[in-house]
């Protein structure tokens, strides 16, 4: 289990309708900043490897060598054209695993498993994630938001038992917890007990959308695009994508200047406390969101309200919506990380807290101290006087 | 002998509705103080197993990892799904598992149910762990089909297929939902959004003597109980709890606050005339022009 037998850090790619997904860019970003210096610390000449499968892929290869891959192993096939999660996690596997592949992308070496591997943490790459770490039998950590390489001096019952072992190169994965305010860090770490040595790699994640920058394309990078031709298994494709229909969801943001969103503020009186929060968006015209604790459930309510309200289709934060209203208004909400990351972009923030020590404080524009019940009605008769509401 | 065998996989969960959950001054999780609940994935997943006993007939078996009292999931569970059989995978040296070796001694389990199972059911992911990874990795460890952010399935029992429906989420787009045709043995994650329909006098009907047995079975849910410890369920220890988790949780830490982001102004809610004044700000800033 020499460090000298894996190298390279691979991206999986997602397209949608020819079109790329905007954490896969960001993914690619994040990569090449951690390569670059992963490099430079260690005097190597690794690279980042995009995966992307689909059909009709071929133009998209460039676009990601301009956003920093410095290889594309790409599979195009009809077949690929949409994401079943057999087909994609073979095909993935395959490319980890091929020897030729390796070689092609490293002619100097022998053949070495990935390192490192980024999937996105949505739809597709959360479960995506989950099934090639199974077949690549290698641990995997999810709706990850920070990310470091260091050798780290770890000393674990089992993994070293119970001795002080550096573990070189590894990758320090850090992912919000449901609170939004602690961070756990999770490494994948061989098992270099003597008694059950065994080889994780690659250490890999799910990255959050919306966290990582892309890099300015540069239209100058070049590099190697080398076609991958899978074999399927026809059992496999006995699973087929019988229709595909676009909807829109029935919480639309997008059309609204001003969301008003609530949190746990609400608890002393739940019911009462959304109808007031529903007042205050009817006077100021506005969608309603939430934070994410309301998603769960937590208060007991009426059927009406939980199944309209408490939902994730309005949920704004880093496992829900991010927008950018000219007006939000956050009533009982703490601003936990994971709620600021999808607000936080609106262009004026009114905040309704009874606590000014309260991370919200520090995100808004306005801070309005006070509990919702004693503001809010006083708050929707000033805005009729003043007559505020502004047609969407 | 039923013609569909369906299996549940759940997870007792702290229980976060209010009264039960209890958080420290810092906003995170008291888990010592706070209740545990079937979780509301795995009650969701439940529901959808339960549609498979009305319309199909199904027997229904539930897993559940987790120490001795995790068997109050159980029972809470085969109280929405009227189950036959239910298991708990109880051993100490499973504590401490991330999700691969989660799903080592799920997929053990699953194998070990009565019948061979056609369908798994699980739910869209743990509200304290919130990964989402363990159903698709017992699935992969299966050898099943994985279908995630299922909305709606039926199954063709002469086709011995199962026809679903799933939502695609995706940064920048608009939602999906994909109707995918799968050959039996499924495992289905269960999307939040899932809801059974029961439309006619008949599936009605059945619906309300499954609702009955339910009740009765699940009163007397210790005579459905099979325990197993890892002996038993007969896993490699090599792959199950610590021993078997490629990953390990290094250090836990409180987020740091960033730097305040925007100056607020600080306006008394009991004051008509700060009330005002917040108003007009708001105001001012709904009129902005708006230059992109």
Redesign the interface.
Known sequence: MSDNNYQHLYVVIEVQDDKIVPVSLEMLGEARRLIDSFNKKYQSNEKVVAILLGHNIKEICNTLIEYGADVIVYADSHELKNYRNNIYTKTISQIAQDEKLSAQISPSSKFKKPRYMFFAADSIGRHLSSTVLVALDSGLASDINKLEISDLKITHQHKTDGKPVTYEKTLEMYRPDFSGFLWTTILCLDNKNPQIERDYHPQSCSIIPGVFEPIAPDKGRKGPIIEYMPTFDQNDLRVKILSRQVIRSGVDFDSYKTVVSFGRGIKDAPEQNIKLVEQLAKTLNAEIGVSLPISKKPFVVSENVSSKYMISDRVIGTSGRRISPMLYVAVGISGAMQHVVGMQDSRFIVAINPDENSPIKDECDVFIKGRMEDVIPKLVEEIKQQSLAVNA | MSDLNVAIVIKLEPD???GN?S?NP????NRAETKNTLG?HSAIAAHAAFYSKVMYDAKISIGTMGPPIADSSLQMAQRICDAEELHLYSDRIFAGA???AT?EVLKTGIEKMQGKIDIVFAGHRA??G????????T???LGF?????VIDYKVDLKERTV?AKR?????????????????LPVFI?VD??YKANFNTVLQRLSLEKYKKEAKIRSDNYKHYLKVFNAQQLGVDL?FVG??G???????????P??????????????N?E???K??????E????M?IK
């Open positions: 976060f509705s209010e959950v958080y810092d906003g995170t999780l509301p991330d999700t691969l799903a509200s304290d919130e990964t989402g990874q363990t159903g698709p990795q699935a992969w460890k089909t994985f279908l995630g952010n026809i939502m695609v989420s995706l940064q920048g787009f608009n939602d999906i939902v994909e109707e995918i045709e799968a050959p994650s939040p959004a090599k610590l021993l988790s490629p990953t390990i949780v290094y250090k836990v830490e409180r987020i606050k960033g730097k305040a982001t925007r100056q607020a102004e600080i306006l008394d809610g009991s008509q700060d009330l005002r917040a108003v007009a700000k708001m105001k800033a709904l009129s902005a708006v």
